[in-house]
Every structure is written in structure tokens, then in C-alpha cells.
């Protein structure tokens, strides 16, 4: 397993289909209420079939630098996932989920603080971006612990599952913050 530790619970891990889909899909359809009303593509979603399907997919991208998609272990086992959804032009943006009941005990935010890291260090990005839906309380405040900027509100970003578009605010990290800090 490739994987980057960060700290002695947690590390993260580039995801091995047939290894971690049934974990990872049981994590997702066990938080499936809390998720989806933020993440479309949780609908879509069914079975350990289509986790299978996805995690091969994101390790073509990693594999094409495309994109870094990496599963969250906390304990030794899995708690959720975090990702560079698109990588180019030396900016990536973050997107990430963490079942519900690893909630609250700072995982995500160590998780996070490990990308900006691994995408200053290893991929030389100069911006890093998080989108949060303006409702989302808990994403929203993931990327201002993390030291993320406020940039401004996107409108009418993306049509979530209620079918109708939400607000997006537009969160940074820069190259030159990261080494100031």
C-alpha cells in the first residue's frame, strides 16, 4: 500500500479496488442520509460494484496525474476519502467526505492540512482550492481551520439532489501563505 502517514492513527493511501471498495462503499451507504444531500454523485452510487468502478477510475487519473484520490484511514481502517478532483496549471481543488461517525475528532481537518502539504511538497501547486456549499456548516468550517481564504460566494454553483442550484463559497490556499505560516 502507498501510503503518506500523518500521523500515528492516520494516514492516507492511494485505494486498492479490490481491497478497499467493500469498506469504503459500507462507509458511504452507512452516512448515505447525511451525504447526499451535499454530494450528488452519492445517489448514484448502489453498490460495492460501482465503488469498484470508481476506484479504478481515480487510480487511472492518479496514474495520469489527473488527479489524486486517496482513502482516509484513521485506526487502520477506513474513514472516508479525500482528493485532488483535478490537478493543472499548478492548482488543484480539494474535495473530500468522512462517515459520520468519524465526525468530529479532527480527522478531516489533519487530512486536509496532509493534501495542502503533499501538493506544495510533491506536486509544486501554487492554489489550492475548496468549494463548500454556503449551508454545509461542517465543510465550510473544515477549510477555514485549515487557514483556507475566503475568496467570495459562487452563485448558483451546482444543482445539488434537491434539484435546485446552491450557493458555493470559493475557499484558497496559495504557495506563499503555506510557507508564511
Known amino acids: 500500500m502507498f501510503a503518506y502517514q500523518v500521523t500515528k492513527d492516520l ?6 479496488p479490490a ?4 469498506q469504503v462503499f459500507k462507509l458511504i451507504d452507512e452516512s448515505r442520509n447525511s451525504m447526499q444531500k451535499w454530494l450528488p454523485w452519492v445517489a448514484e452510487l448502489q453498490n ?12 487511472t487519473n492518479f496514474g495520469t496525474g489527473a488527479s489524486l484520490n486517496v482513502v482516509i484511514y484513521f ?10 478532483n483535478h490537478i493543472n496549471n499548478n492548482r488543484a481543488d ?7 461517525r468519524f465526525r468530529g ?3 478531516m481537518h489533519q487530512a486536509v492540512l496532509a493534501m495542502v502539504d503533499i501538493g506544495f511538497h510533491e506536486y509544486d501547486l501554487n492554489r489550492i482550492e475548496i468549494e463548500a456549499a454556503v449551508g454545509n456548516d ?8 485549515a487557514g483556507f481564504t475566503l475568496e467570495g460566494t459562487l452563485r448558483e454553483n451546482r444543482r445539488l439532489l434537491d434539484g435546485c442550484f446552491h450557493d458555493h ?3 484558497a490556499f496559495l504557495r506563499r501563505d503555506w510557507k508564511n505560516r
Open 138 to 145: 461542517g465543510s465550510n468550517y473544515v477549510a477555514q481551520k
Open 11 to 16: 494516514k492516507l493511501a492511494i485505494p486498492n
Open 94 to 100: 480539494i474535495g473530500y467526505w468522512l462517515a459520520e
Open 48 to 59: 460495492v460494484e460501482d465503488e469498484i468502478r470508481f476506484l479504478k477510475h481515480v487510480n
Open 169 to 171: 463559497n470559493l475557499y
Open 75 to 84: 485506526r487502520q481502517q477506513p474513514a472516508g476519502m479525500i482528493s485532488f
Open 105 to 107: 475528532r479532527g480527522i
Open 19 to 22: 481491497r478497499d471498495s467493500e
